[in-house]
């Protein structure tokens, strides 16, 4: 397990690095999207119309976050991650057209993300469900807010964020996925379990 | 009325009950893989910070559920849904807790956290003339797990048994664990659920007061815990905090089972309103 330290824009050689159990702080420049902006902005892309800023190189968040305005600026009052398997749909895409380079979420993703990351170098970086006010700590300013039409939680909110983590690499660019891997050995326990109820499997 | 409930919904969106905490710094002196305590360390840490900050512990703070015991000679019954709408838009703004009342049609948040039949409310009508007030702040990640199924009668408990573990497996990571289970047998298929759904305000520190469900909680609680999953599904042996099973009598030819699941961030709070005016909060000290 080693430990790294990004800073967006991030490179494919620098994602190349990581594997999975690393731990992974990241610097710079995170959005968030959720199932409504993945979904709005591929269709951006496959119409030809521009995104409201450039995502290669980027930490995309799936977040829904609590934001406040005061007076004129906004705020991060709470900000841990959503379950990341809704965006399963949209990611190989997201990840092939835009280049983001750190999907940052909970409970991890599926194979066609998992094939993406390797083919096109991403990594999934898993973040505590939950602890929003960890995630708030680490987020030292709203730099933009995109598409708030969509509402506050699936709104594309641009951030300025240091060392934002730790984030365990559950998917690295080589193939590997820990989620997929704790998955196997549930598999595995399942007819211990079965046994210790006594139940015919 | 409504001070009471939106005080609710305040206290139950940055404190975790004690009961949940100790669950919780438990789960993190037992837990013996490194990525699950490094899991449990940041639940901990986040907990400590809400209350620090008085910010909400989590982002999601759910949909907004209330339990209404109702006394029969309580006054002002009829003006009870209003102030639990109005708490729930004051909140949204002051604490604040994130719009999450979704239109399914139209897909457009009413960015208030109310719209049809949301916040949603569980009548009781009980002696007496207090009002007992819960709000059941209920995340989306582990909404999303809950299942309920109408099982064959014939296999009886031990097909109890396998839905529950089943629904865990199933889950995985997905509903943030360690979770908290709501199991509710029998009555029917919305009624299981409702029961289920219930079951998780018991405090975590009791269990079902029949020795032989209490048994079974047990039996459940270690089973699902031998699954892998561990915290936030990165691997450990402690998935689950507590099993809460109940019940209500079946029809002779259905068996419906419903498994309702907490994440980790399990949110309630509680308050009696007597009759002078006086309010007793019952799981949180407010200032």
Request: charged share 25%; with cysteine.
């Amino acid at each position: 397990m080693a430990v790294y330290k990004f800073k967006t824009t991030i490179s494919e050689e620098e994602i190349r690095k990581l594997r999975v159990n690393d731990v992974l702080y990241v610097s710079g420049t995170m959005f968030t999207a959720r199932d409504q902006a993945h979904k709005r902005a591929l269709d951006y892309f496959k119409q030809g119309k521009p995104l409201p800023l450039s995502l290669e190189g980027l930490a995309v968040f799936h977040c829904g976050p609590i934001v406040k305005k005061k007076e004129d600026r906004w705020t991060i009052v709470a900000a841990g991650p959503t379950t990341s398997t809704r965006m399963e749909i949209f990611e190989d895409e997201f990840i092939k057209n835009f280049k983001v380079r750190v999907i940052i979420g909970k409970g991890g993703m599926g194979k066609r993300t998992t094939e993406a990351m390797a083919k096109y170098g991403a990594v999934y970086g898993a973040f505590t469900g939950g602890a929003a006010i960890l995630a708030a700590k680490a987020i030292k300013s709203v730099k933009n807010v995109e598409w708030l039409d969509l509402g506050m939680p699936e709104a594309m909110w641009i951030l300025e964020v240091e060392e934002f983590g730790p984030l365990a690499i559950a998917i690295d660019s080589h193939g590997n996925n820990l989620f997929e891997d704790v998955k196997k050995k549930v598999e595995e326990n399942k007819q211990k379990i079965y046994q210790k109820l006594g139940l015919s499997p | 009325m409504e001070n009471v409930a939106f005080n609710l919904i305040k206290q139950a969106v940055i404190y975790l009950p004690e009961d949940v905490k100790q669950a919780l710094q438990k789960a993190y002196a037992e837990e013996t893989s490194d990525a699950g305590r490094t899991q449990l360390k940041a639940i901990l840490d986040n907990i400590g910070f809400a209350e620090k900050y008085q910010a909400p512990i989590c982002q999601d703070t759910g949909t907004i559920i209330f339990y209404i015991k109702a006394g029969a000679k309580a006054k002002d019954l009829d003006k009870i849904e209003a102030a639990l709408i109005k708490a729930t838009r004051r909140a949204t703004v002051e604490v604040p807790i994130r719009p999450n009342a979704v239109n399914p049609f139209t897909q457009k948040n009413s960015g208030d956290n109310t719209g049809r039949l949301i916040p949603w409310i569980n009548w009781e009508i009980v002696q007496g003339d207090e009002i007992e007030m819960t709000v059941l702040p209920k995340g989306g990640g582990a909404e999303n797990t809950c299942v309920m199924g109408m099982l064959v009668p014939g296999e009886g408990i031990m097909g109890v048994k396998k839905f529950v573990v089943d629904a865990v497996m199933k889950a995985g990571a997905k509903p943030c664990p360690p979770n908290i289970l709501g199991v509710g047998i029998g009555g029917g298929s919305d009624i299981a659920m409702k029961i289920a759904k219930k079951a998780l305000l018991r405090p975590l520190n009791l269990s079902n007061p029949d020795p032989e469900i209490a048994k079974l909680e047990k039996e459940i609680l270690e089973a699902v815990n031998m699954t892998g999953i561990g915290p936030m599904g990165l691997g450990g042996k402690i998935t689950v905090l507590s099993v809460n099973i109940d019940y209500a009598y079946r029809h002779p030819a259905s068996y419906p089972v419903a498994v309702a699941f907490n994440c980790w961030a399990a949110r309630r709070a509680s308050a009696r309103l007597s009759a002078d005016g006086t309010v007793e909060y019952l799981t949180h000290t407010v200032k």
